[in-house]
C-alpha cells in the first residue's frame, strides 16, 4: 500500500495533511536529513577554514561551494539515496556521512580529505544541532506566527466588543455583569505571556565529540582551541552553546520549550471551552457555509466543531510534549539511545498543536 493523505495512519498527515505541510517539511525523515546534511556541511566548512588544521588548506572556493550547496539544494532524491545508504550500514548518520562523501569525491581537492566529514563527531553532535535548527525553525516561522495572528484576533475582537455587557459565570452559574471585550481581553493577555515565554527559550547545542570531552580532537590535533571552536560553530548556527554535556547534549532547553508549549496549550484549551459555551449560550452565532452539512440527521445544527476539534488536538500535543519534557532529560550515565525515537515524534506534537490555532 502507498503512503497517501488516504492511506497514512496518521492524521498530520492524512486528514490535516495539508494544514501540517510547513512543519511535515521540517520534521518529516526527509526534513531530519536535510537538517543533518546541513549541520555536517557546515562542520567541515569550519574544519577548512581553521588555520590549525593544515590538511585543509588549499581548497578552491569552487570546492567550498560544492559542499555548501549539498545543504541548501538538498533534494527529495538526496533523501532517497541517503535511506538506500542506510538500508547496508542500519545507522542514519553513519548514512548521511557516506552520502556526503560519494558527491565530494567528484571533486579533486575533496578526494584528499573525504575522512575530515564528519570528523571527531559522533551521533548526538550531529542529532542534537538538526534537532536545534528544526525547532528554531518551526518556532520562528509556524508557532509564533500563528500565536501572533491569534493573539491580534483576539485584540480586535476585544476591542470591538468592549461595551458588550454580558452576565459572567461563576461555578457556571450567573454572578455578576462583566463585558464581552474584557473577557476575550483576558486571553489575548495569557496568550502573549505564553507566546513571549516560549520565544524566550534559549536553543542550545554542543559539538564536543563522543563523550563531550573533545578527546578525539585534541588526540589529532591538540594546538587547536576546539572549546572555542565548538562554541564558534554553534553560535553561527543561531544557537546557545552548552559547554558542559556528556555523550548527549541533556535537553533540557527541550524540555523549556516543550513545557512552554504545553502552557500555551493550555490557555487555548481554556479559550475553546469558554468560547463554545458562549457558543450555547447564544453570545456568538456560527456562520452558516452553504453546502456544509452541521448534522447527518439535523441539518438545521451548526455545531461549533472547530473548537471542539481544537480541544482534542490540543490535549494530544499536551500529552506528548509533557512526556517529552520528563523523560528527554533523562539518559542512562554518558548516553542511551531512548531519547533517539522519541525525538521523532516532536513533529507530531508540534503539528496538533498548530493545528489546534
Not at 20 to 40: H, M, N, P, T, Y
Not at 57 to 73: F, T, V
Not at 75 to 90: H, L, P
Not at 242 to 267: C, G, K
Amino acid at each position: 500500500m502507498s503512503l497517501t493523505p488516504l492511506t497514512a495512519m496518521s492524521p498530520v498527515d492524512g486528514r490535516y495533511a495539508a494544514r501540517c505541510d510547513k512543519l511535515r517539511e521540517l520534521f518529516s525523515e526527509a526534513g531530519l536529513i536535510r537538517a543533518r546534511v546541513r549541520v555536517e556541511v557546515a562542520w567541515l566548512r569550519a574544519l577548512a577554514a581553521h588555520p590549525g588544521i593544515p590538511e585543509m588548506d588549499g581548497l578552491s572556493e569552487q570546492e567550498l561551494a560544492a559542499a555548501a550547496a549539498l545543504g541548501d539544494g538538498f533534494t527529495d532524491a538526496d533523501a532517497d539515496s541517503v535511506k538506500a545508504i542506510e538500508r547496508d550500514t542500519n545507522h542514519d548518520v553513519k548514512a548521511v556521512e557516506y552520502h556526503i562523501k560519494r558527491k565530494l569525491e567528484q571533486y579533486e581537492g575533496w578526494k584528499s580529505r573525504l575522512e575530515f566529514v564528519h570528523f571527531a563527531c559522533t551521533f548526538e553532535d550531529i542529532n542534537n544541532l538538526a534537532y536545534a535548527l528544526m525547532c528554531k525553525e518551526a518556532r520562528e516561522t509556524v508557532l509564533l506566527p500563528h500565536l501572533d495572528s491569534l493573539s491580534e484576533a483576539l485584540r480586535a475582537m476585544a476591542h470591538a466588543h468592549a461595551d458588550d455587557a454580558m452576565m459572567a459565570r461563576t461555578h457556571g452559574q450567573p454572578a455578576t455583569p462583566t463585558t464581552l471585550g474584557k473577557e476575550v481581553a483576558v486571553y489575548v493577555s495569557r496568550l502573549r505571556t505564553a507566546r513571549d515565554t516560549l520565544a524566550q527559550v534559549p536553543i542550545r547545542g554542543k559539538m564536543n565529540g563522543a563523550v563531550g570531552n573533545f578527546n578525539a580532537h585534541v588526540a589529532a590535533y591538540p594546538d587547536v582551541d576546539w572549546a572555542n571552536l565548538g562554541r564558534q560553530f554553534v553560535q553561527k548556527l543561531g544557537l546557545s552553546w552548552n559547554a558542559y554535556t556528556t555523550q548527549i547534549e541533556p535537553h533540557d532547553w527541550m524540555a523549556e520549550y516543550f513545557d512552554a508549549l504545553a502552557r500555551s496549550n493550555a490557555v487555548l484549551l481554556d479559550l475553546c471551552r469558554d468560547f463554545w459555551g458562549y457558543v450555547s449560550l447564544g453570545y456568538f452565532r456560527q456562520k452558516i457555509v452553504t453546502g456544509e452539512v452541521g448534522s447527518s440527521t439535523m441539518p438545521h445544527k451548526v455545531n461549533p466543531i472547530d473548537f471542539e476539534n481544537a480541544e482534542g488536538n490540543l490535549g494530544i500535543s499536551t500529552a506528548l510534549l509533557r512526556y517529552f519534557s520528563d523523560k528527554l532529560p533523562v539518559s542512562r550515565w554518558q548516553r542511551d539511545l531512548t531519547d533517539s525515537t522519541v525525538q521523532r515524534n516532536i513533529g507530531v506534537a508540534l503539528a496538533h498543536s498548530d493545528l489546534s490555532l
